[in-house]
């Protein structure tokens, strides 16, 4: 269904107007309807019941331009490996969609690989809230996978995967460092995602970057700030904190 729609609205989508400059999409909703069968337990009857939805569709240009670049890399790596002999194992699900087999050697599926392509950057959304826009759509959307990065925060970069504690007490004090902790990785990503920094830097990215500034403070001197190179400075900058002095 979703593909169909986008091959079917993808010139309607893609008009100036639907442009969202927040979002840095276009969006656009377009309303249908579709029939669902019910049964009367008691009865045995059926009673066909048309329901309306909500079809909301994206396309990301950027989106687009990465994944399109990422599609040709995969090929040509599964080109070489296949000239080279050396196929990798977890590479043969990739090896049988997007080639066939051919004398000459690696012939890629032209059909599967431009279906892919056209799908790039494209995101397909279904809602039955008559009141909400498609760029509504995906903000709100937007928000859920905040809320699924941050339980990944709490479980691997927070390392709360298992409390690893023995008493109550312990836990509570080390609910709270996390708690702290996850507001603090929630709003650098936010300050990440709001200056632009992505793909270029990632937190993990951002994290090793800053770990080797040091401050150190001696009684009756100035504090002394080591290591603190102008990429560093720059990447305060981008994130709207002062750099440590």
Not at 79 to 106: M, N, P, T, Y
């Amino acid at each position: 269904m979703a593909n169909a729609a986008v091959e079917e609205r993808a010139a309607e989508v893609k008009r100036w107007a639907n442009w969202d400059k927040d979002l840095g999409v276009y969006a656009a909703r377009f309303d249908f309807r579709w029939e669902r069968t019910a049964k009367d337990p008691g009865a045995g009857a059926k009673t066909v019941e048309t329901k309306r939805a909500h079809l909301h569709i994206f396309h990301d240009p950027e989106r687009a331009v990465g994944q399109a670049h990422r599609l040709t890399e995969t090929l040509a790596e599964l080109h070489a490996e296949s000239v080279s002999g050396k196929r990798r194992q977890d590479h043969e699900s990739l090896h049988k969609r997007h080639s066939a087999e051919a004398k000459a050697g690696w012939e890629g599926r032209e059909d599967v690989i431009d279906a892919e392509r056209s799908r790039a950057g494209w995101q397909v959304l279904i809602s039955n809230d008559a009141k909400l826009s498609a760029s509504s759509a995906l903000a709100l959307y937007r928000s859920k996978d905040q809320i699924e990065k941050a339980f990944g925060d709490i479980k691997d970069r927070l390392d709360f995967r298992t409390p690893k504690v023995h008493s109550h007490q312990t836990l509570s004090g080390k609910l709270l460092a996390v708690f702290a902790a996850l507001i603090l990785t929630s709003e650098l990503r936010r300050r990440i995602g709001a200056a632009g920094l992505r793909p270029a830097w990632t937190m993990r990215g951002i994290l090793d970057e800053l770990e080797s500034v040091e401050r150190h403070e001696h009684d009756g001197r100035e504090p002394v700030v080591c290591c603190l190179t102008k990429e560093q400075r720059d990447l305060y900058r981008d994130l709207g904190a002062k750099p440590p002095a």
